[in-house]
């Protein structure tokens, strides 16, 4: 199996699994290119998720928002112990966060995380916004660690056929989280 696409499958499907995990619909997952919608490099994969309703963004989705976006991160880790972060996903986790410090309540809170050590966030130039995504990529590792094995499922059966609907990846887990009990 080729190394490569196998750790850009994992951290595709570790982005569909945390947003079925936030109960965000999956649209699709896929190993083909696409250009990024940002303007950036192209992507060498990507997951769509089902729009959401017209519903304001509220502090929970932004929190969800922010966890999709480095739940792919996170997949890394948990298979290879470390990740290339950056690009768009960091910079959705980073600009959401940045909204959310206009909160006085979740500023004063996020203020009393300890700065991660010198590393790769340091991309991240606010550190309050560096402490919030280093806590939270904690937060993804561990919700992802326990369907560690449903991720490589799914990531192997994506390698095979290159997309999958929403559907298929439901279901996966779905007969995953059924076979684990």
Same mark, same amino acid.
């Given at each position: 199996m080729d190394k490569k696409r196998l750790k850009i499958a994992l951290h595709e499907t570790g982005h569909a699994v945390m947003a079925l995990m936030c109960r965000q619909?999956?649209?699709?997952?896929?190993?083909? =290119?696409? $250009?990024?919608?940002? /303007?950036? %490099?192209?992507?060498?994969?990507?997951?769509?998720?089902?729009?959401?309703?017209?519903?304001?963004?509220?502090?929970?989705k932004a929190i969800q928002r922010i966890m999709i976006s480095l739940a792919g991160y996170a997949s890394e880790?948990?298979?290879? =112990?470390? $990740?290339?972060?950056? /690009?768009? %996903?960091l910079t959705v986790a980073a600009n959401t966060t940045e909204g959310l410090l206009q909160v006085e309540e979740f500023r004063t809170w996020v203020a009393g995380l300890p700065v991660p050590e010198p590393g790769a966030l340091d991309i991240v130039t606010n550190p309050l916004v560096r402490a919030y995504i280093h806590h939270k990529m904690g937060e993804c590792i561990q919700a992802l660690g326990r369907v560690k094995p449903a991720i490589q499922f799914v990531a192997e059966e994506l390698i095979r056929k290159e997309e999958l609907s929403g559907a298929e990846v439901s279901a996966m887990l779905g007969s995953w989280q059924q076979s684990s009990l």
């Open positions: 619909s999956v649209h699709t997952l896929s190993l083909r =290119e696409m $250009a990024s919608p940002n /303007g950036t %490099d192209n992507y060498k994969a990507f997951v769509k998720l089902e729009s959401p309703d017209s519903q304001k963004l509220t502090g929970e880790i948990l298979f290879y =112990e470390v $990740a290339n972060i950056g /690009g768009d %996903d």
